[in-house]
């Protein structure tokens, strides 16, 4: 059961309290396909210009991330995002945007990949993340990711995959910002009411919040001594989320609750280093080791 991911793969520049990097591997579908990728295959459909470098190709290639639908646009320039954080690694604070190839992207879903059985639109154009969903016979589990950038220029986009998905995936200054609502709960009601059977709202450090119509679970991020850099923290809990789920078999209450484990893990990974590159340092071991002490510092 593979899975299918659109979204941006970018070059970021990033600052944070505790260091800085400058044109580093970044974007929503590359942390979500690196953290997916500790579960099973993933396909990317996405841009990149022709000065995106090649070893950053072969981090995708390394990790049997699919990369057929990864256009290449000639003479063109990759999405690029600058941001900064300061002590409140919460917040994101944009320097630019610069969306480059993606301002004129038609996204092709290769044939044989129209019937995969697991797709996440990745924070991208909501017209993008349709005109992807378009494309596909339906598959067994839609998630969506958005943010305030596209809740702002493109709010009507936003709203007319909600009653397409299984599950929203927003952070808790994006659910406030998209409903007006400020109490989580009434807001995640809101949304739910909006169509998707699911919501789960990111809250950083403070961990993640599920609704369903009928169920909620709450699970904590895991407790780190260090951490440099919450950029594509979000993503990879989605990849890493929908990862355990396309392996699991059955979506039930059980498994779900478990993916959201997973996926705060694989997020308590990405958080330690800058870019994907802690990413890159594990191996599914580590995740199983970190599986288990969650499990005991939550447990009573
Ligand atoms: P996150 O920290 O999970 O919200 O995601 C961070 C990643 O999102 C970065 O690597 C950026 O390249 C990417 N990003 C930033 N702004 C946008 C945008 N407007 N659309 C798509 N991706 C974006």
């Not at 697991?118 to 924070?123: E, T, V, Y």
Request: hydrophobic letters at 40%.
């Amino acid at each position: 059961m593979s899975i299918l991911v659109v979204g941006s793969v970018a070059i970021d520049s990033v600052k944070t309290p505790f260091g800085e990097r400058k044109e580093a591997l970044g974007g929503s579908a590359t942390f979500f396909s690196v953290a997916a990728s500790f579960f099973n295959k993933v396909n990317i459909i996405a841009t990149v210009g022709e000065d995106f470098p090649k070893k950053y190709v072969t981090i995708f290639k390394n990790r049997g991330i699919g990369t057929k639908g990864l256009h290449v646009v000639r003479g063109g320039k990759t999405f690029r995002w600058k941001g900064w954080y300061d002590y409140d690694l919460n917040t994101a604070h944009t320097v630019y945007t610069h969306l480059n190839v993606f301002k004129d992207f038609k996204p092709e879903v290769p044939k044989p990949l129209r019937k995969t059985k697991f797709l996440f639109l990745a924070n991208i154009d909501p017209a993008l993340q349709y005109s992807v969903l378009k494309q596909m016979a339906r598959p067994n589990l839609i998630a969506l990711d958005s943010m305030n950038y596209w809740i702002e220029h493109k709010r009507k986009d936003v709203e007319r995959l909600l009653d397409k998905i299984d599950i929203l995936l927003l952070n808790d200054a994006e659910v406030r910002h998209f409903t007006g609502e400020s109490n989580l709960f009434l807001a995640a009601r809101l949304i739910i009411s909006m169509g998707p059977k699911a919501v789960i709202i990111k809250k950083g450090e403070h961990g993640v919040i599920y609704f369903s119509k009928d169920s909620r679970f709450v699970a904590p991020a895991y407790l780190l001594e260090s951490l440099r850099d919450p950029t594509g923290a979000g993503d990879t809990f989605a990849g890493g989320m929908m990862g355990y789920l396309s392996r699991a078999g059955k979506m039930d209450e059980a498994n779900i609750r478990k993916g959201i484990i997973y996926g705060s893990i694989l997020a308590s990974f990405a958080v330690e280093d800058f870019s994907v590159n802690r990413l890159l340092e594990i191996s599914f071991e580590d995740i199983n080791e970190r599986y288990r002490h969650f499990k005991k510092i939550t447990k009573f």
